[in-house]
């Protein structure tokens, strides 16, 4: 199959979707690699090459050659360390294995364990899936019985036919089609609309690493209060985020209408929940950031998301060949745009007790990523973790003003929190 711009984008070596895993007590590595194994045969994806001077992905049939399970170990006190130095090496989508899994033990009851598939082939949601999976065949295979997990409704392979067929069929773009009624609206939302006005920095080599990251959380006392104020106005924590956000640039920049893109993970279908791949999108929202209470603008939010999920299945990468102005948007964001993703949960959720006598754990920090090189990227990601919120904001320092990152992560960790404390007053 031809490889779609949305993969072209991510398929620098250092552009990785990864996990960690802490196991503390017994172990077999033994099994654990048995169960990479049995995760790779099920998902196509996990074996699927993305060459782009052929402009060709190609899914391989499972051989051994197509889980690299690497047994290395650590001295005492030095287990992350040495994670993350093998963790940060390149994985190339273009050559086998695309499915990485290192193992690094500190002692005999203490081991550390990465998971790392290119971004090409596998996005934020799609991990969650591989760990979930290589923990719990993992637990099949210590009870001494076969894996039980259920068969995967749909591969990779499935979804980007889906999305070709949903470009190509004629009677969805035409007058009264579904498609048509899509690019009609993402037409009417993007007409003029700007990105966020940030500054740039004097270009040049920026010193050390192309990519920074900065970090925040919401504690779990502000988050109490923004689910509750959440109820009252009868939305979600993405319209808190996402209204939080338009505040914070409306904010920083003096704008009043604010066009923000959001990531949107591309499960929506149900045969689609379980599948390994790359199957985000982009939809925008665009708004005048003003109301008389943050509440009140809540739920201006809320029913605005509501109405643009309506079209979810035609993001504005599948529309933009019958809308010239979500074509526009995309190449005003391809090469300097930010991004705002959210995540109910985080990857690991549910099984720190998975395993009898061992306590896992999962460091979300990302390792793979911290040398990563996304020109011209900004993403913005807010992610339940446990009863916090953890914000980060991960930026090209080439593209992208420190001074203006810094300020927008704090402003919205200060949107936040005002929305938890302060709901009834005015907006911005």
């Given amino acids: 199959m031809p490889v779609p711009m949305g993969q072209r984008a991510v398929t620098h070596p250092t552009i990785i979707t990864d996990a960690t895993m802490i196991l503390r007590g017994p172990y077999d ?9 049995a995760v790779c045969r099920r998902h196509e994806a996990l074996r699927t090459t993305v060459d782009l001077d052929a402009d060709e992905q190609t899914v391989h049939p499972y051989t051994p050659e197509t889980v690299a399970f ?11 360390e040495t994670l993350d130095g093998w963790a940060r090496r ?19 009851r203490l081991l550390g364990v990465h998971v790392a598939v290119p971004h090409a082939v596998a996005d934020i949601a799609a991990i969650e899936i591989v760990v ?3 923990v719990l065949a993992y637990r099949d295979l210590l009870s001494g019985g076969p894996i039980t997990l259920p068969e995967v409704p749909a591969q990779f392979t499935d979804h980007q036919r889906s999305r070709a067929e949903l470009m190509e069929r004629e009677e969805l773009w035409s007058p009264g089609g579904a498609g048509r009624r899509a690019a009609d609206f993402w037409s009417r939302r993007l007409e003029g609309a700007e990105p966020p006005p940030f500054g740039r920095p004097a270009r040049g080599q920026a010193e050390g690493p192309r990519t920074a990251f900065l970090n925040g959380r919401l ?11 959440c109820t009252t106005a009868r939305c979600s924590t993405f319209h808190a985020v996402l209204a939080a956000y338009e505040e914070a640039v409306s904010v920083l920049t003096g704008c009043t209408e604010v066009t923000s893109t959001c990531v949107v993970h591309g499960r929506g279908r149900p045969e689609f929940r379980e599948t390994v791949g790359l199957l985000t999108g982009e939809i925008a929202f665009r708004r005048e950031v003003a109301a008389p209470t943050r509440r009140a603008y809540l739920s201006v939010v809320a029913t605005d998301v509501y109405t643009t999920y309506v079209h979810q299945e035609y993001p504005l990468s599948v529309v933009a060949a019958h809308s010239k102005q979500a074509a526009n948007w995309l190449d005003k964001n391809r090469f300097r745009g930010i991004f705002l993703q959210y995540r109910t949960e985080k990857y690991g959720a549910g099984l720190k007790s998975a395993l009898d ?3 896992l754990d999962f460091p979300q920090a990302s390792r793979a990523m911290l040398d990563c090189v996304m020109p011209g990227k900004a993403l ?13 904001l991960m930026y090209d320092k080439r593209r ?29």
Avoid: C
């Fill in 219 to 229: 504690d779990a006392d502000l988050v109490k209060l923004l689910d509750e104020v």
């Fill in 400 to 428: 992208w003003q420190a001074t203006d990152m810094t300020a927008l992560h704090e402003a919205l960790l200060t949107a936040l929190k005002n929305y938890a404390e302060t709901p009834d007053s005015q907006v911005p």
């Fill in 29 to 37: 590595l033994d099994r654990l690699e048995e169960a990479a194994r």
């Fill in 380 to 392: 913005l990601s807010v992610d339940r973790d446990g009863p916090e919120l953890s914000i980060e």
């Fill in 132 to 134: 979930r999976e290589l």
């Fill in 90 to 108: 390149p994985l190339d989508p273009a050559e086998l294995p695309v499915f990485r899994i290192e193992t690094v033990a500190e002692s005999s």
């Fill in 357 to 359: 006598g061992v306590d």
């Fill in 70 to 80: 690497h047994r290395r170990s650590a001295a005492p006190g030095r287990l992350i």
